[in-house]
């Protein structure tokens, strides 16, 4: 295939062709707010990809013919057009576009579109917005609350990552990507998490050596946040069907940062601040009754030595109350002349956790090059070389009293955990089983990323003038990455001394390759004087994966020894895995006049995950979208009036692995053996597929002062891959089939007001409301349960008629029908809605904050169970339930129990059909202030007084990361927190968390 | 010109389609189930029994634990999972989908394997008729001590006997038609192995020295159809079945085949052993109702009250709040065997077999064969039927204590309500059967 392109594209190169004789035009572009000149405009002819950029002065110059009319754009400033006629000097001055109308917003592999003449609802994330208030550490941390159809989720609280992300309700249920593709400038970068051994070290599961409940970090945890110019999210199949097989749960197209053409730009970038816990879940206070009537009277010498000596500790506080550090610097260096651009920025961000010895590193260069080799052929380079250093500490479910965020809750007070003067830890009591101090301070878990994105694209004008044009582009993109991940527990650890092999250690490295290609041509032609421009895009696509993980896990260490290969019983293990995805595809756009914006496409794709590896899947698409302000004349309020509607299809592939029924290998009495696993393959798999119909309108009031974009959208998945859980005592648990069908649909609305917006104050808010509902609307296996641990903590059940993610458990309806569970609620939310705002002030301040607000939503919550088994839950102590030890309401008022106790028995719902507290799941609803910051831009003229030129800006400012929180949860410390990460279904469940983190930051940003 | 260039550009862009194929990828990390069920090697085919060996220690752990804890003999004192003590004593409803059910469930993977080894064997002309039947032979006895387990778990519910398919499983069959087909797999298996020649065509793992051969092994399966046979109350087949098996008088009463453990990959370790988070007690009232000098109590628990230095009794407070100072001191070591099943078993089926038949004579001098073994006097309670089965009873909970037998025990003879429960507040009670896995009634459920 690479021999083939390059083949084609020199080919391409050695076709001459032939520009008409146009005249010469030029002029000067300024900002009209300052008068100062605005170099890097983009003017281009109308209709066509002819055009320059002005330079440093804010002049440009180019040929063009009298009919043709000239485009001036800039990125946050609404675009004009001028009739060339017979003037040869066009001066021009630009607009700051509050709308955003005028965005350019990507529409297909190889063209795009501008935001005013769009048929989708495509949520596209300003630099500004982005990073502009606070600094959240990764990209989907920036995120959250700031687009309509997104549920994005912290899986905890570890510094580093870990966020789930899904658009538009649940696009698989299992078996296929549950998060969207991201693609960085044309690379299509890996997302996933690698597992490194950890819930095997502390027996949270068992055997393979790859699970969610290792609670690693979402590699998107490696980009760089501070190098994204803008992010446009596909929520749905219509906005990226162009994208196919790989596009079910949406796709996330980012963008980075570009050199402009002009003077030179340093920008020097430095974050302070700290972390501190958001709240607390234990300190119940202990006494004799309180041990005799529920626990180890043999404990109460103990209990009254500690308090009468003053050891008495909250050891909860101990371990959580520490202040994280935060520093983050950058620094960038950007600029170009009219034929080179470049971008180079680095960047170091370094963040500790609330948690001793847990914290997060990247390290990250990139470099963004541009060149014009010659008018026909430009040609682009990304680079971005990254290393993250994570110790991401012992948190999460647990079987084997390792975690300390396991073992906390069950940790008394009166015993002593500091460790003496020789720095020896005492144990902790048998029943607890491990001294939470000597697994923060002795335990690793590391994992490190050594990882290179590059991308390489070039375009070629085969021809170009006024009428039509003709191009042809290559792209391609790699991302390389090779992680190490450290597990060590040591041998002399009070949980592994009663181990039969004490102490474990894993090392675990892995080394993933993604590739793509795509070369593809675009032919624009300009019809009806101008006023009819149809552009043809065509195109083939390949990518690819191979992963390849080796570990080596040792248990039974010498004393000191982290090096697994050491170790009394050590089993190393490789597992690969690869595939390959081929594509082609055909659009065609067409804008009458901007009134009436039409497309069609269709893509085709195969992969090697499915089953029929030869056969071509096709996912068609149209939308057409109609500017009825410029059709009808709309007097009054209405400046701007859109109605649209959008239809696509795209799919999800199997999993790898799916098509194999294994043998997997054994022993026993030193005889190998042969046993077959209990899942079996499939060979006639397909992908999952949907389709989704989107439509909505856009208006805009009072010149554009108030916007609205209101969706609504019908997507439907098919053939979603099922385990068809067969019964178990056939040896055969379950095969994966394509057995359902199911239905999302939601309404999202943005609105963008500017209140207030004169000399001395800007104000503008942005609220977002948005819902999803679900519904799987065919399922040809026997109904299930999927998720969590069990029915007796909630589970999710698969069936017909109802929502994926609702939460069941018992006690059941019917004791007779085994399948008649109690419902809990949903996993989805009710509503969800944010409120961003920016207020610019006294001229040089500004404030911005963004509220987010989710609405009734259910979490399994087992973290709470563990506080009250310890008999630490704050409120344990209480009798405010005023149950009996069985639960119930008891008829001898001296039969109360504590609450911690009383919890315990109390199932199913109350009256109210609201979840009684204890072991059920739990419905709840939070608001969260995810950013609030105050910045002052120093004056110009201050700085020219204090540095003469030397400075050309200075921006200081303070931050707030999650700093206010309201909940009525009280199952854990938060109702966000995951043990089963980026999960499809079953990623809300709370076992073993820690406290919810809140950051504050001081940011200093100079401009040289 | 400019259609010739977007011509050249399309007709590239069909080139590059065509030109490129994909390759279907081969599991890079397996062998596949396909390549061993048609024409399959002997080597393929030995590895196959191997498997089947190994796969006999599936689900074993838990059952064994589950089994123990309802029957009210042992505890599973674990840190991390309050489940053990509260829904599987009845103090919380039980689950069908919680991970106690693969004390029903893994015994699954031992039938498959079995049917796997069963249809190879018919599929291939790789080895020789009597080579054939050693193969069919042990996956019968295996596929019949699965059955047995399975059905122990869920006792009326029943198991389903023929799962060669399964996505056509049979429906569950009663109790007594589950024993009654278990007996026949372990009746074909016998027969086969009768067929099978004077060796093996693959080495036995070591837990099986002196039963590596077709003859020595059909011991054990005779030895565990006459189990079968007792849960039958076929006392008539259990005297016959009786002498088939390596029942001794004189013998060793460890004597028998035992699962090995290793833990190193691929085999593993027991996974029964006493850890940090997982610590198997013995219950108070078991232990100190035994007679004093039982040297069963002292080999088989420790009172940690009484090592040097003196532990505090071990504390169990979550969900329910118990105590006790026997620590199981049975499987002490990651390569401790786990017994299949011991001439002890059969020197007290053959007493109980005395006693069914009203031989009071026999009984006793069985009974006090186990009773001197374990350093106490002779048996001087009555000697009516009842009264020894009685007797026998005890002995087997102390005779076979952490072995799984307490609970199938008392529920064969509808003695339930007369295990000893521990006074815990609110009571726990003894469950009759675990509840049909949840899978297993969806299966059903929507393939009526």
């Known amino acids: 295939m690479k021999k083939t392109l390059q083949t084609a594209v020199l080919l391409l190169l050695v076709v001459s062709w032939a520009f008409a004789q146009e005249r010469t035009v030029s002029g000067t ?110 990209t989907d941390a920036a995120l ?141 206070d202990w006494d004799a009754q309180k041990l005799t009537d529920w626990f180890s009277a043999g404990e109460i010498a103990q209990l009254n030595a500690a308090k009468a000596n003053g050891t008495y500790t909250d050891w909860e506080k101990e371990v959580y109350g520490e202040t994280g550090q935060i520093r983050n610097t950058r620094l960038s260096i950007k600029g170009g002349d009219q034929k080179t651009t470049f971008y180079v920025n680095g960047s170091i961000a370094d963040e500790t956790g609330i948690v001793k010895n847990t914290g997060f590193q990247r390290y990250s260069i990139r470099t963004n090059l541009t060149h014009k080799i010659s008018k026909w052929l430009d040609i682009g380079i990304n680079s971005n070389f990254v290393k993250s250093n994570n110790d991401r500490g012992w948190a999460g479910n647990d079987n084997s009293n390792t975690n300390y965020a396991y073992s ?179 659009q065609q756009e067409a ?418 | 010109m400019k259609n010739i260039a977007i011509k050249i550009t399309a007709v590239l862009m069909v080139l590059i389609v065509n030109a490129c194929s994909l390759e279907p990828v081969l599991d890079p990390n397996f062998a596949s189930v396909n390549a061993v069920t048609k024409d399959a090697s002997k080597s393929q085919l030995n590895a196959l029994a191997v498997g089947q060996i190994s796969l006999a220690r599936n689900g074993l752990a838990t059952y064994t634990l589950v089994v123990g804890t309802i029957g009210k003999e042992l505890f599973n004192f674990n840190s991390t999972e309050s489940r053990w003590m509260t829904e599987l004593n009845g103090l919380r409803p039980i689950d069908n989908s919680a991970f106690y059910n693969t004390a029903t469930t893994a015994f699954g993977s031992p039938v498959r394997q079995a049917n796997i080894i069963l249809a190879s064997v018919d599929n291939t002309a790789s080895v020789t008729d009597q080579e054939k039947n050693a193969y069919r032979g042990l996956a019968n006895t295996f596929k019949g001590l699965a059955s047995l387990y399975m059905l122990n778990a869920q006792y009326q519910n029943g198991i389903r006997l023929d799962v060669t398919d399964p996505f056509k499983p049979s429906k569950p069959a009663t109790y007594d038609e589950s024993l009654a087909g278990i007996a026949g797999f372990l009746d074909a298996g016998a027969t086969q192995l009768d067929g099978a020649g004077a060796a093996f065509p693959f080495k036995m793992p070591t837990g099986f020295v002196g039963y590596d051969t077709p003859a020595n092994f059909k011991k054990i399966n005779r030895a565990i159809a006459l189990r079968v046979a007792i849960y039958q109350k076929n006392w008539t087949k259990a005297a016959t079945l009786l002498p088939q098996t390596f029942f001794s008088e004189t013998g060793n009463l460890k004597a028998g085949p035992v699962h090995t453990f290793n833990p190193s990959a691929p085999d593993f370790g027991n996974p029964l052993i006493n850890t940090g988070s997982s610590i198997i007690v013995a219950l108070e009232e078991v232990m100190n109702a035994a007679e004093p000098g039982d040297t069963r109590v002292t080999t088989k628990v420790t009172d940690v009250t009484k090592l040097t230095p003196p532990l505090s009794p071990l504390t169990y407070s979550s969900g329910v709040t118990y105590q006790s100072k026997y620590r199981t001191n049975i499987y002490t070591a990651a390569t401790t065997p786990f017994s299949i099943i011991r001439n002890e078993e059969l020197v007290l089926i053959a007493a109980e077999i005395a006693a069914q038949q009203n031989n009071a004579v026999d009984a006793q001098k069985y009974i006090n064969i186990v009773r001197t073994a374990a350093g106490l006097p002779n048996y001087a309670g009555g000697t009516g039927q009842a009264a020894l089965i009685d007797a026998i009873l005890k002995e087997r909970l102390y005779s076979l204590f952490y072995e799984g037998h307490r609970w199938v025990d008392m529920r064969r003879y509808d003695k339930l309500s007369q295990i000893v429960l521990p006074t815990v507040t609110p009571a726990m009670k003894v469950l009759t059967q675990l509840e049909r896995p949840v899978a297993e009634v969806n299966w059903d459920k929507a393939n009526p």
């Open chain 1, 29 to 138: 572009v300024k900002d009209k707010a300052s008068g100062s000149a605005m170099p890097g405009v983009n003017v281009t002819i109308k209709g066509t990809s002819v055009g320059t950029i002005t330079d440093t002065g804010g002049a440009f110059s180019l040929s063009a013919g009298t009919n043709a009319e000239l485009v001036f754009s800039f990125i946050g400033f609404a675009s004009q057009t001028v009739k060339v006629g017979n003037l040869s000097t066009i001066d021009v001055q630009l607009d700051e576009d509050i709308s955003q109308l005028e965005e350019v917003v990507i529409s297909g592999l190889a063209t795009s579109v501008k935001r005013s003449n769009l048929a989708n609802s495509v949520a596209t994330i300003s630099a500004k917005d982005l990073l502009g208030t606070t600094t959240p550490i990764t």
């Open chain 1, 144 to 284: 959250q609350g700031k687009m309509a159809g997104a549920n994005i989720q912290a899986n905890g609280s570890m510094p580093g990552g870990g966020f789930n992300m899904q658009l538009r309700g649940v696009s698989t249920l299992g078996a296929s990507a549950s998060q969207p593709l991201f693609i960085v400038d044309g690379i299509y970068i890996d997302n996933s998490q690698f597992s490194n051994g950890r819930s095997q070290a502390n027996k949270a599961t068992g055997g393979s050596s790859s699970s969610t409940q290792d609670n690693n970090a979402n590699r998107l945890a490696d980009l760089n946040p501070d190098d994204i110019e803008s992010i446009e999210v596909l929520k749905g199949a219509s906005a990226a069907a162009i994208y196919g097989t790989r596009a079910n749960a949406g796709v996330v197209l980012i963008t980075t940062k570009k050199g402009k053409a002009g003077k030179t730009q340093i920008n020097f970038g430095q974050d302070v601040g700290f972390s501190k816990a958001l709240s607390f879940f234990g300190g119940a």
């Open chain 1, 408 to 586: 906390l809750p069950y940790t008394k007070p009166y015993v002593n955990l500091f460790p003496d003067a020789q720095g020896n830890y005492p144990d902790n009591l048998t029943s607890v089983g491990e001294n939470p101090l000597a697994i923060r301070d002795r335990a690793v878990n590391n994992q490190q990323v050594n990882r290179l994105f590059q991308g390489f694209n070039a375009n070629a004008w085969v021809f170009n003038n006024d009428k039509q044009s003709f191009q042809v582009k290559f792209n391609s993109g790699l991302d390389y990455q090779n992680g190490y991940a450290t597990i060590w527990l040591p041998s002399d650890l009070q949980s592994q001394k009663v181990e039969a092999n004490p102490g474990f250690a894993q090392d675990t490295r892995t080394e993933v390759t993604n590739y793509n290609v795509q070369f593809s041509g675009v032919y624009t032609l300009n019809a009806m004087d101008g006023k009819l421009g149809l552009t043809t895009s065509a195109g083939v696509v390949q990518l690819g994966t191979s992963a390849h993980i080796n570990y080596v896990r040792g248990r039974g260490l010498p004393v000191g020894v982290s090096n697994p290969g050491r170790a009394a019983v050590f089993t190393p293990d490789v597992e690969n895995s690869r595939n390959t995805d081929q594509g082609f595809f055909i």
């Open chain 1, 591 to 1008: 804008n009458y006049d901007d009134k009436i914006i039409a497309s069609a496409g269709v893509r085709f794709d195969r992969s090697t995950l499915n089953g029929d590896v030869d056969k071509f899947y096709s996912f068609p698409r149209g939308s057409v979208a109609a500017n009825i302000h410029k059709m009808v004349d709309i007097s009054g309020a209405v400046s701007q009036l859109k109605v649209r509607m959008a239809y696509g299809q795209t799919a999800g592939l199997p999993g790898f692995g799916a098509l194999y029924s294994r043998m997997d290998v054994t022993a026993v009495g030193g005889q190998p053996g042969f046993q077959p696993l209990t899942t079996l393959g499939n060979t006639a798999i397909k992908p999952e597929s949907a389709t989704e119909l989107e439509y909505g309108i856009d208006f805009g009031l009072f010149n554009n002062r108030v916007t609205a974009e209101v969706t609504m959208y019908n997507k439907k998945v098919f053939n979603l891959i099922q385990p068809l859980v067969t019964a178990p005592t056939t040896g055969v648990t379950s095969t994966n089939v394509n057995a359902a069908d199911l239905v999302n649909k939601g309404l999202e609305i943005t609105l963008g007001a500017d209140i207030i917006n004169n000399d001395k104050i800007k104000w503008n808010i942005q609220p977002i409301f948005w819902y999803n509902r679900s519904e799987i609307t065919r399922l040809d296996i026997p109904e299930r349960l999927t998720g969590g641990f069990g029915a007796t903590f909630g589970q999710w059940r698969i069936k017909e008629g109802l929502s994926p993610t609702e939460i069941v458990g018992q006690p059941r309806t019917d004791p007779a029908d085994p399948t008649s569970w109690t419902v809990y609620g949903n996993q989805q939310p009710k509503y969800e809605f944010s409120l961003g705002q920016r207020i610019t002030f006294l001229k040089n301040f500004e404030f911005s904050a963004l509220l987010n607000y989710r609405h009734k939503f259910t979490v399994v919550s087992l973290t709470r169970v563990l506080w009250d088994e310890g008999g630490n839950t704050s409120d344990w102590n209480s009798t405010s339930y005023g149950l009996d030890s069985g639960g119930d309401i008891p008829a001898d008022a001296n039969d109360v129990v504590p609450n911690g106790i009383a919890r315990q028995n109390v199932n199913g719902l109350d009256a109210n059909g609201v979840p009684n507290p204890g072991y059920n799941p739990i419905l709840t609803s939070f608001l969260k202030l995810r950013e609030v910051a105050l910045y002052y831009v120093v004056p110009r003229t201050a700085l020219n007084n204090a540095f003469g030129n030397v400075i050309q800006g200075i921006r200081i400012g303070m931050s707030g990361n999650n700093v206010y929180r309201w909940t009525d949860y009280e199952g854990g410390y938060d109702p966000e927190n995951s043990n089963f990460g980026s999960a499809a279904l079953g990623s809300g469940v709370d076992i073993g968390s820690i406290p919810a983190v809140k950051r504050v930051m001081f940011h200093l940003s100079v401009d040289f």
